[in-house]
C-alpha cells in the first residue's frame, strides 16, 4: 500500500471496486508470507485498474515488465480474450516460482508466457508493433530503456503503463539513485513528441503514455 494514501481512503476505494477472483486473496497471501517485499504487488484497485484499460483498449496482447508473484499478471490475464497473450518478465526465480504456482490454478493461466530473466533481452526478442499496451513494474533504474522498447513494441494508439511513477513523493526531493530515475522518466515521457500522456495520482502514481 503506498505511503501517499491514507489507509483509510485506501480501504474505502477498494471497498468500491469490483471483486477479483478469489484466486487472487490467495496469491496475496501468499506473498506475504514467503516474500520480503509484498508492497511490490499491486492491490485491488489496481489491480482492477488494469483491467480494466485492457478491456477498455480491446486489447490482446500485453507485455508485463515485472511478473513478481503474478497478482496484476492474473488481473491483465482475466481481462484478455481466450486467445489474448500477456508476455510476462521477472528476473527473480523465487518470485517466477510463486506466480507459475498460482497460473497453473487459475484457467487464465493458459494466456500467460512467463520468461524468466534479464527484461531487456526479453523485449528485445519480440516483434514491432505487435503489441497493445506494456505494464512497466520493475527495477526503477531501467524504466528508461523499458520505455524505449515499450514503444517500439506498441502499435499505434498502444499504452504504455508505469507503476510507482510518484515513488512515495520522492520526486520532489530526489536522493536515490532510484528516485532519480523516476524523475528522468517522468521528464522523459513528458517531452517526447511521440505519445501523450497523463500522470495520475492512483496509488504510487501511474504514467499513462499512449503512442500516437
Not at 492491490?43 to 486489447?59: C, D
Request: net charge negative; with cysteine.
Amino acid at each position: 500500500m503506498s505511503k501517499m494514501i491514507d489507509p483509510e481512503i485506501e480501504a474505502y476505494a477498494e471497498a468500491h471496486a469490483s471483486p477479483l477472483p478469489l484466486l487472487l486473496d490467495e496469491v496475496a497471501e501468499t506473498t506475504r508470507e514467503r516474500t520480503t517485499a509484498p508492497g511490490m504487488m499491486v492491490g485491488k484497485v489496481e489491480g482492477n485498474f488494469l483491467r480494466l484499460l485492457v478491456k477498455l483498449m480491446g486489447a490482446r496482447k500485453v507485455v508485463e515488465i515485472g511478473t513478481f508473484t503474478g497478482y496484476s499478471g492474473l488481473c491483465i490475464a482475466s481481462a484478455l480474450p481466450e486467445d489474448g497473450q500477456l508476455v510476462t518478465c521477472e528476473l527473480s526465480e523465487q518470485h517466477a516460482a510463486i506466480a507459475r504456482e498460482f497460473f497453473a490454478k487459475s484457467p487464465d493461466g493458459k494466456k500467460i508466457d512467463l520468461r524468466v530473466g534479464q527484461a531487456i533481452e526479453t523485449l528485445r526478442s519480440l516483434p514491432d508493433g505487435d503489441f497493445d499496451l506494456v505494464f512497466v513494474d520493475a527495477d526503477k533504474e531501467s524504466y528508461e530503456a523499458y520505455y524505449e522498447e515499450a514503444l517500439r513494441l506498441l502499435r499505434s494508439g498502444g499504452l504504455v503503463v508505469a507503476d510507482n511513477t510518484l515513488w512515495s513523493g520522492r520526486v520532489l526531493r530526489p536522493e536515490a539513485e532510484s528516485d532519480r530515475a523516476i524523475v528522468a522518466f517522468n521528464e522523459r515521457v513528458k517531452s517526447d513528441p511521440r505519445v501523450e500522456q497523463v500522470l495520475l495520482t492512483v496509488r504510487d502514481g501511474i504514467m499513462l503514455a499512449r503512442k500516437i
